[in-house]
């Protein structure tokens, strides 16, 4: 689940940076949350300021409970209605960072023709992941698949800066709430 706002050339960018450490353990025991990636990426020549919250539930009931909830509306009061996107996973592994914090982020969404082979076009998908749950300094990799849009969304966090190829634009990520496993606040839930 993603929502994001495009923000304005002039919108208070260090004020995001310093918000979203304070408030990002709200999220770290959230019902059914598995991760959220508190994402954020200064403007470009081709793309705006943005801010685009990246979550992936255990329980889509937990999703349900949280759209619903204050501090959802809290969020729409703030920067106004969002489109909140979803995928169907395709996959989500973990690299050979995944015991650290990832500080960053990239997102490559790719448009499918009608005319898609859904089924080869979702193993080509497994592949590049496993290929990239292999590169170092990759956290973990999640592709998903929306049928209503044909759109593929692969959303890779990354212990440090990503390497220059790295396919997608290039977020930083403030705070990782992760109710499972490694999280910002440095500690490690018990399963």
């Known amino acids: 689940m993603q929502y994001g706002f495009d ?7 260090a004020a995001l940076r310093r918000r979203i450490p304070e408030i990002g353990s709200r999220f770290d025991a959230l019902p059914g949350l598995h991760l959220k990636a508190f994402l954020l990426a200064d403007r470009t020549a081709t793309a705006p300021n943005r801010y685009t919250p990246f979550y992936l539930w255990d329980d889509p009931a937990g999703a349900a409970g949280f759209v619903t909830s204050p501090d959802f509306a809290a969020v729409q009061a703030k920067y106004g209605h969002p489109v909140v ?30 005319t898609t082979d859904l089924v080869q076009r979702a193993d080509d998908e497994r592949a590049t992941a496993a290929a990239l749950a292999g ?9 998903g698949l929306d049928a209503q849009g044909w759109q593929v969304n692969r959303t890779v966090l990354w212990s440090g800066q990503p390497p220059a190829d790295a396919e997608g634009r290039v977020f930083e990520l403030l705070y990782l709430s992760a109710p499972g496993g490694v999280r910002s606040s440095g500690a490690v839930a018990k399963a």
């Open 85 to 114: 996107h979803g995928w169907t996973p395709i996959a989500h592994l973990q690299g050979p960072a995944a015991g650290q914090v990832p500080g960053f982020a990239t997102q490559h969404f790719a448009q499918l023709p009608d």
């Open 135 to 143: 590169t170092p300094g990759v956290h973990s990799v999640f592709t």
């Open 7 to 13: 923000l304005p050339d002039d919108f208070d960018m």
